[in-house]
């Protein structure tokens, strides 16, 4: 470029003025390609909305809705019996051993899919601690969330016994001040292996003012994205490599999703933490399938494709398949 005096470079500025510069200017957005998508197909809404079946709660239930979701592309699924009763009468999370009544859903899961799925287990119920850790122990999971918020006594082994069994903890978090508990009590002891792997849960009302795991009540998009971006900003600072995946969870569900879509994250979507399809209506999602199709359609739009369950494995340092 010719050194000019400034009257004439101006005059020439005005005579070539352009508003927009080349596009080649932008660089490209850090934003994955691909995304993992696992669904929790639990029937917890069950009495309350959704038509037969949506909701699973039989073992059949399950099996089924597990098996669209997993033919559709999910890399995994999350399968909670908290709660739910079958059926029969029975108390999924209560009546049956854990081992029995996961491997009773895993089984043909496994048979028909094999290791193209990660199985994420729940391992909160027991009676002892050691029946609440069965399913890790047993192989059935490959993953479990666990709440940093839940009492040290249970949470602290239970951690470390997930990290023996080659089991990835997924650090289930409600609220900033969950995740600060999770860096005191399990990262800078050293408890916790990298990749440190979060699920952002947050959305949904309490009914006590203090539980064991205090949550974030979102009422408008701007509530759920300030949470969100304050969720999102404190796990960076603690570690910028963790993988974050964000729950779909109450009305917000929908735009919880397509947010952390744009953001580079995962998500986990399903019916077992909202029945709702979207924030500005009642409107109900028919089932799991129609809430991953959803998803999968808005990661699409977002220049993002949904990866299988050994991009899964890789991304939170699990032993490929």
């Known amino acids: 470029m010719d050194a000019l005096p400034l009257w004439e470079a101006a005059r020439r500025e005005m005579e070539e003025y352009q508003f927009v510069s080349s596009a080649e200017l932008q660089p490209t957005w850090d934003v994955p390609k691909k995304i993992a998508i696992n669904v929790a197909v639990s029937g917890r809404f069950n009495d309350e909305h959704g038509a037969d079946g949506a909701h699973p709660s039989s073992i059949e239930s399950y099996v089924d809705e597990a098996s669209r979701v997993i033919e ?16 029969k009468g029975r108390r999924l ?33 027991g009676t002892s601690f050691e029946m609440c850790m069965s399913p890790a122990r047993a192989g059935l999971a490959e ?63 309490f009914n006590v003012g203090r539980t064991l795991v205090s949550g974030v009540s979102v009422n408008n998009t701007q509530d759920m994205a300030q949470h969100m971006f304050m ?35 995962h998500i986990r979507v ?8 979207y924030p500005n209506s009642s409107d109900t999602l028919s089932g ?12 699409e739009l977002h220049g993002r494709t949904p990866g299988d369950a050994n991009f899964y494995r890789e991304l939170v340092g699990l032993p490929t398949k």
């Open 93 to 125: 999370d209560r009546d049956l051993p854990p081992t029995e009544a996961y491997g009773m859903v895993l089984e043909p899961l496994r048979k028909r899919f094999g290791s193209s799925f990660v199985p994420n287990l729940n391992v909160l119920n």
């Open 288 to 299: 799991n399938l129609e809430m991953f199709e959803m998803a999968k359609k808005i990661a």
């Open 72 to 87: 559709a592309g999910a890399c995994g699924v999350h399968i909670d019996f908290t709660w739910v009763t079958d059926d």
């Open 231 to 265: 969720m999102v900003d404190q796990i960076r600072k603690i570690d910028p490599d963790s993988v974050i995946s964000v729950c779909a969870a109450g009305r917000a569900t929908l735009y919880m999703t397509t947010l952390a879509t744009m953001m580079g994250l």
């Open 270 to 277: 399903g019916v077992e933490d909202t029945p709702w399809k």
């Open 143 to 205: 993953a479990a969330p666990c709440a940093p918020g839940h009492p040290d006594a249970f949470m602290i082994p239970a951690i470390k016994t997930l990290e023996e069994n080659g089991v990835k903890p997924e650090l289930a978090v409600h609220s900033t001040g969950e995740i600060e508990l999770a860096k005191r009590k399990l990262i800078d002891t050293g408890i916790l292996n990298k990749p440190y792997n979060w699920l952002i849960l947050y959305g949904l009302p």
